[in-house]
């Protein structure tokens, strides 16, 4: 599976746009990109997942580049209980030996 | 009720005493993880298993041990435990589909005195 990097923190006016870059820039071409958070010492929370389209669910949107080769996350209007560890992870859909592996993400601050 | 529960949810032990985390879930899913966080860490992968006959070690399966009892239960056990797990530990579950996102329960917190 392909190696992502996150910066380690951003900060996010409440009410406003936050945008969580990632990169992956040895994605495969059967690569998807997986997002998950993580509030406070919780169990980290499945968000979103795309291949090349963007997708857009009730939680966020991820914009993918054309080449693949980085993402983004966007929640549309940051809450203070979006403060969290966000984690991309990219990896081939398929059955079999998929191992799910975590890096440490990007600490997400929502100040008021 | 929460898909995934984990009991129990803090723990205090001794070093050398042996424990036992255990796992339940409602989701249905034949996959299913232990993982251990640190203080500013990301997760790290103990033992997983793909069904109930399946248990595969992870990154750092050395002092621990698993018992898979059922689709729905999956248990961590520390033989003896030494101050250096303590630690959240996470139990989660994944269906086999082509798309399987991951499910978490609420943590364990453990800590070895």
């Known amino acids: 599976d392909a190696k992502t990097t996150q910066p380690t923190s951003m900060d996010c006016a409440e009410g406003r746009a936050a945008n969580l870059p990632c990169n992956h820039s040895?994605?495969?071409?059967?690569?998807?990109v997986y997002w998950y958070r993580q509030i406070h010492s919780q169990g980290p929370q499945y968000i979103i997942h795309g291949l090349k389209n963007n997708e857009t669910n009730e939680m966020a949107s991820l914009i993918i580049t054309e080449d693949r080769k980085s993402s983004t996350l966007i929640l549309p209007h940051a809450t203070l209980r979006d403060t969290a560890v966000y984690y991309c992870?990219?990896?081939?859909?398929?059955?079999?030996?998929?191992?799910?592996?975590f890096g440490r993400g990007t600490s997400l601050i929502v100040h008021p | 009720d929460a898909d995934v529960t984990q009991t129990p949810r803090n723990r205090i032990t001794k070093t050398g005493k042996r424990i036992m985390l255990e796992c339940s879930q409602t989701?249905?899913?034949?996959?299913m993880y232990w993982y251990r966080q640190d203080p500013g860490l990301g997760l790290r992968l103990i033992y997983y298993s793909f069904d109930v006959k399946d248990i595969n070690k992870g990154e750092i399966s050395d002092g621990y041990s698993v018992s898979r009892q059922a689709q729905a239960k999956f248990s961590l056990s520390l033989e003896s435990a030494i101050p250096n797990q303590t630690a959240l530990y996470f139990c989660a579950t994944g269906g086999g589909g082509p798309i399987h996102e991951q499910y978490f329960g609420p943590g364990t917190r453990l800590t070895v005195t």
């Open positions: 989701k249905g899913h034949d996959r």
């Open positions: 992870i990219v990896r081939v859909a398929r059955r079999g030996s998929y191992i799910p592996t």
């Open positions: 040895t994605i495969s071409g059967n690569e998807y």
